[in-house]
DNA sequence: TCCATGACTTCCG
DNA sequence: ACGGAAGCCATGG
């Protein structure tokens, strides 16, 4: 392993994410800095299921509120069950009003 | 060091 | 408005 900075920082922000809130990859680079590297961060979230605490990265969707790592969990439904746990309507693997549960990592 | 991959985003047709 | 292609950064082989 070597420098897992941005990973942590990735990690960070995504545990800041408030329970039945919803944020996009784009959003979390941004407050890393690094604008660009939206794919990054959800590569990072790979990883995020052998870091500790854990992270809810099913509050973690794309820019169109669509559930895209869904298949990275154990159960391709697990994600938009967590969701919904929080309060979260998930529709067709879409998050519902995802524009008015939007989360901004530095809001 | 170079090439290939990816839980994304934006632009162009 | 919709679909396809390019750009982007970090990691691994």
Redesign the pocket.
């Known amino acids: 392993?070597?420098?897992?900075?941005?990973?942590e920082k990735v990690y960070a922000i995504a545990r800041q994410i408030p329970a039945g809130r919803v944020t996009?990859?784009?959003?979390i680079?941004e407050a890393?800095g690094?604008?660009?590297?939206?794919?990054?961060?959800?590569?990072?979230?790979?990883?995020?299921?052998s870091v500790i605490p854990p992270?809810p990265?099913?509050r973690?969707?794309?820019?169109?509120g669509?559930?895209?790592?869904?298949?990275?969990?154990h159960s391709e439904s697990l994600?938009a069950e967590l969701l919904r746990n929080e309060g979260v309507e998930v529709l067709n693997d879409q998050v519902v009003d995802f524009k008015h549960l939007f989360w901004h990592p530095l809001k």
């Open positions: 392993m070597t420098d897992e900075n941005f990973f996009t990859y784009g959003a680079a890393l690094t604008r660009g590297s939206a794919r990054m961060v959800g590569y990072a979230m790979n990883g995020s299921g992270v990265a099913h973690v969707v794309n820019r169109s669509f559930l895209t790592g869904k298949r990275a969990f994600m």
